[in-house]
């Protein structure tokens, strides 16, 4: 096959494509996944059908070879995102997208929330959850006595629990 003539190629396709396909299953174990090779496979050749020598071999060995390469390529790369997948949700850091999307949104209702506080309890509930400053390091840096920065820690996340319980009730009501 050295040019693209598309009767052979639908010869080649009709004679070899279950061979490729049986190739990429056996290694894939997955039909959809084999679907996917053998439609690589044949694309190669009608891009490049000058890459076939048939003075080296027949062409459905050569089709069932690149078929091997394509799923064992296929199978090395589902591993290392494997590996990759279970190393971060050993470390914790494996979401998936929705996941994602719900805790950044929840971080901007937060983030919005704090913003209507009192610039007060604003100030002590940023240092000690933004910051990580104990109460005794908030009462020190807004130079306020201790209890006083226990109560505008109280207070500010009482507060901070109405506005998102409301956030709440009203996502719930839509």
């Known amino acids: 096959m050295n040019d693209r003539d598309a009767g052979e190629f639908a010869?080649?396709?009709?004679?070899?494509?279950?061979?490729?396909?049986?190739?990429a299953r056996?290694?894939?174990?997955?039909?959809?996944?084999?679907?996917?090779?053998?439609?690589?496979?044949?694309?190669?050749?009608?891009?490049?059908?000058?890459?076939y020598d048939p003075?080296?071999?027949?062409?459905?060995?050569?089709?069932?070879?690149?078929?091997?390469?394509k799923a064992i390529d296929q199978v090395r790369r589902s591993q290392r995102q494997s590996a990759a997948m279970a190393i971060l949700a050993e470390v914790g850091l494996a979401e998936d997208a929705a996941e994602?999307?719900?805790?950044?949104?929840?971080?901007?209702?937060?983030?919005?929330?704090?913003?209507?506080?009192?610039?007060?309890?604003?100030?002590?509930?940023?240092?000690?959850?933004?910051?990580?400053?104990?109460?005794?390091q908030v009462a020190l840096t807004l130079s306020i006595p201790e209890g006083t920065a226990k109560s505008r820690l109280r207070l500010?996340?009482?507060?901070?629990?109405?506005?998102l319980a409301a956030i709440d009730d009203e996502g719930a009501a839509q």
């Open 55 to 69: 003075h080296r071999g027949a062409l459905r060995s050569w089709l069932c070879t690149i078929a091997r390469n």
């Open 100 to 136: 994602a999307v719900l805790r950044k949104e929840l971080a901007g209702c937060v983030r919005d929330a704090i913003d209507t506080l009192p610039a007060a309890h604003r100030a002590a509930i940023v240092l000690a959850y933004y910051q990580g400053f104990t109460y005794r």
């Open 156 to 163: 500010g996340l009482r507060r901070l629990n109405q506005l």
């Open 26 to 51: 056996r290694i894939l174990g997955d039909v959809p996944a084999a679907e996917d090779v053998v439609q690589e496979v044949f694309l190669e050749l009608w891009r490049r059908p000058e890459a």
């Open 11 to 23: 010869r080649a396709y009709g004679l070899h494509a279950p061979a490729v396909h049986a190739t």
